[in-house]
């Protein structure tokens, strides 16, 4: 049956009377070459003899029936339509024989997307985002959105741009805390899907300054029991159905993606710290575990079979104003590490008006400055909590890759404002 074939030309090879353009078509992951032989289709073959790495094309004609080939997916051209030549030679080789300085990968994503490695990346990631989102959906979350230009953070001070508004001062959000909580007070489960904007000053392989959340808050929960049992499904069903679809894709990246084992532990910050003593690292109570900390903690629990955990309960002072204290000095907080590193925070939250502007005192912030947020105390709201989880922190995770910068398509940090 005739069909069309879409897409760019990786590769052109003559051999004797044949043409052989590798052609990567529409989304696929799978190159289709396209064979023109000069004794059935003179016209095409001198269209394809001359047609440069790099162009856009549209070829009409018909799949050779699987099976025959040993070159993959072959093609027989009625027509080659050229609808583009490149003005220049791809600053990448497109066969992927000469490895590509990570700069370049960065600074060409959008053309890379043309070699299969990148798009099977690609094709994961949104794979990753469908499923979440139909877990989510399932389990009754409505889908929200909520604002990005912000009159006040949640996440602490250091890490906020600022903006002008109109002379006024306001900021990009680095979560949509404050505001999914406020929806707390009249809808009992939401999640969004949401880029965090938050100006790290350090240059590490696990911070980008634009990064994506899966964010979920829950009402009318018993504790954060609850809600570590919704983003523990979430992520193993997450897993499960990348590891179910992309197996080509995976093939492709070389990657072997596990399914963690389950139930996921839970650790307290307490039994974190003495694992970690035990193995000569020193951690003070009442300090966050440092990068080195939490990857030695990713290999002891590695030891005993645990790809992903839960730390739990967290001294109080280390954690924002809207987290639930718990006894004197800790919090009903948890993060949730896969091997070694956090891709998660979460917790239940203070729903009492009164403790929740003594939370603020206590940090040293002005509940003036939260009004807007404090009003949806005021009408009942119920108990909530919920988390944020990171997605390229977990894609990142599940690729093995090495720099959060891989997996995702337009990198901004520290250097990178363009492309
Ligand atoms: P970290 O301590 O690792 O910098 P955090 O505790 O400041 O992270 P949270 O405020 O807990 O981050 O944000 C929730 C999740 O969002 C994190 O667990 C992480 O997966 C992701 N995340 C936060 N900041 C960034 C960032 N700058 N780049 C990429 N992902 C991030
Ligand atoms: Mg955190």
Redesign the pocket.
């Known amino acids: 049956m005739s069909t069309e074939v879409k897409g760019w030309v990786n590769a052109r090879r003559i051999v004797g009377g044949i043409v052989f353009l590798e052609v990567i078509p529409s989304v696929s992951i799978k190159p289709v070459t396209v064979v023109i032989k000069k004794s059935e289709n003179p016209e095409a073959w001198k269209i394809a003899k001359r047609i440069k790495v790099g162009s856009a094309v549209r070829v009409y004609g018909e799949y050779v029936l699987e099976g025959k080939s040993k070159r993959g997916i072959e093609f027989i051209p009625s027509c080659i339509e050229v609808l583009s030549t490149p003005r220049d030679a791809l600053p990448y080789d497109p066969l992927g024989k000469t490895p590509v300085l990570f700069d370049t990968k960065i600074k060409y994503r959008y053309l890379m997307l043309r070699t299969p490695k990148e798009r099977a990346l690609f094709r994961i990631r949104a794979t990753l985002l469908k499923y979440a989102r139909r877990f989510l959906e399932e389990k009754g979350f409505l889908e929200v959105q909520t604002p990005k230009i912000v009159g006040a953070g949640a996440?602490?001070g250091a890490?906020l741009f600022k903006l002008d508004y109109f002379g006024r001062q306001a900021f990009l959000a680095?979560?949509p805390?404050l505001y999914k909580q406020m929806l707390m007070s009249s809808l009992t489960g939401v999640y969004e899907i949401t880029p965090?904007f938050?100006a790290?000053q350090h240059h590490?392989t696990?911070?980008?300054?634009?990064?994506?959340?899966i964010d979920v808050e829950m009402g009318f929960i018993e504790g954060m029991e609850d809600v570590m049992k919704v983003l523990e499904e979430l992520v193993i069903y997450v897993i499960k159905n990348v590891r179910n679809e992309c197996s080509e894709e995976l093939e492709q990246l070389g990657v072997d993606l596990t399914v963690p084992r389950t139930p996921v532990p839970r650790i307290s910050y307490e039994e974190a710290l003495n694992l970690l003593e035990k193995e000569g690292c020193q951690v003070k109570w009442g300090l966050?575990l440092s990068?080195r900390d939490?990857k030695k903690l990713g290999e002891i629990m590695l030891e005993k079979g645990y790809e992903l955990y839960f730390i739990t309960n967290y001294p109080w002072a280390i954690k924002?104003f809207y987290v639930m204290r718990e006894g004197a000095e800790l919090s009903r907080s948890f993060?949730?590490d896969y091997r070694g590193?956090?891709?998660?925070?979460?917790g239940q939250r203070e729903h009492r008006y009164d403790r929740l502007i003594e939370n603020m005192k206590v940090k040293g912030l002005n509940p003036e400055d939260f009004n807007f947020y404090l009003d949806a105390f005021k009408y009942g709201m119920p108990p909530h909590g919920g988390?944020?989880?990171?997605?390229?922190?977990?894609l990142m995770k599940m690729l093995r890759a090495e720099n959060?910068r891989e997996v995702i398509l337009f990198v901004r940090d520290i250097h990178r404002l363009v492309p």
């Open positions: 996440e602490g890490t680095q979560s805390q965090y938050r790290e590490t696990r911070h980008l300054n634009e990064s994506w959340g966050d990068d939490e924002p993060d949730l590193i956090e891709i998660c925070s979460g988390f944020g989880l990171g997605v390229e922190r977990l959060i």
